[in-house]
């Protein structure tokens, strides 16, 4: 298995415009999550899905911020409009139910 | 609130020296995790632990569980330099689905 995908893997933006960021879980896992690392906050969760349905969302720090999942091989994470204090890295990870999540190689963001 | 608290937070050590990483958790939990990041990459899983008394090791790292202390250790014995990278261990919410709350991380140097 190619393990999760990512993409993009650099984004360099511009405060408010829009930024869409692409996941793609291992086949056949069935929750889907969504990670933010900082320096200053280290790793936040900010949303995770099974089978497909958004389940926790109370870590999206802003209404900025939306993520969809419309089937079982995509999710996206939108942020709309982009500010600098969202520069980070954002990870994408996987689980076949509670089990070990398996994480993606993750998108630099860059909001200038 | 589930809290993760690790230390120390950053440990520089020689080649050939032993040392424990402790991971301290604040509520009751399923299962721990831990996982390792190298400098500018994403998360490894390195080790699941499910019950009170597990250990399991893998190469030079051992890790042991104590719910009743709510403690979690990472055991380094005779570091090579190929281990340093950040360790993090993370600590599932009980009847969350799969939700993790991650410690901030041991950044770990290890010196030829």
């Known amino acids: 298995d190619a393990g999760v995908i990512q993409s993009p893997r650099h984004e360099v933006t511009e405060m408010g415009q829009e930024v869409t960021l692409r996941c793609k879980p291992i086949s056949g896992h069935d929750y889907l999550f969504w990670y933010r690392q900082t320096m200053m906050r280290g790793l936040e969760l900010l949303i995770y899905f099974n089978n497909n349905v958004p389940i926790d969302d109370s870590g999206m720090p802003e209404d900025r911020f939306s993520a969809k999942m419309p089937n079982a091989s995509f999710s996206t994470l939108k942020i709309q409009p982009s500010e600098p204090r969202d520069s980070a890295v954002y990870f994408c990870a996987s689980s076949w139910g509670p089990d070990t999540q398996y994480f993606g190689p993750g998108t630099r963001l860059t909001v200038l | 609130e589930l809290k993760v608290e690790q230390n120390p937070l950053f440990l520089s050590m020689q080649e050939g020296k032993n040392y424990t990483i402790y991971c301290n958790y604040s509520t009751t939990s399923d299962r721990l995790y831990w996982y390792r990041q190298d400098p500018g990459k994403s998360l490894e899983s390195l080790f699941v632990?499910?019950?009170?008394?597990a250990v399991k090791q893998e190469g030079r790292l051992m890790a042991s569980l104590d719910t009743k202390a709510r403690l979690s250790t990472l055991h380094i014995t005779a570091a090579v330099h190929d281990l340093s990278a950040t360790y993090f261990c993370a600590v599932d919410l009980p009847n969350a689905g799969n939700m993790l709350t991650f410690g901030g991380g041991t950044r770990l140097m290890v010196k030829p």
């Open positions: 632990l499910l019950s009170n008394g």
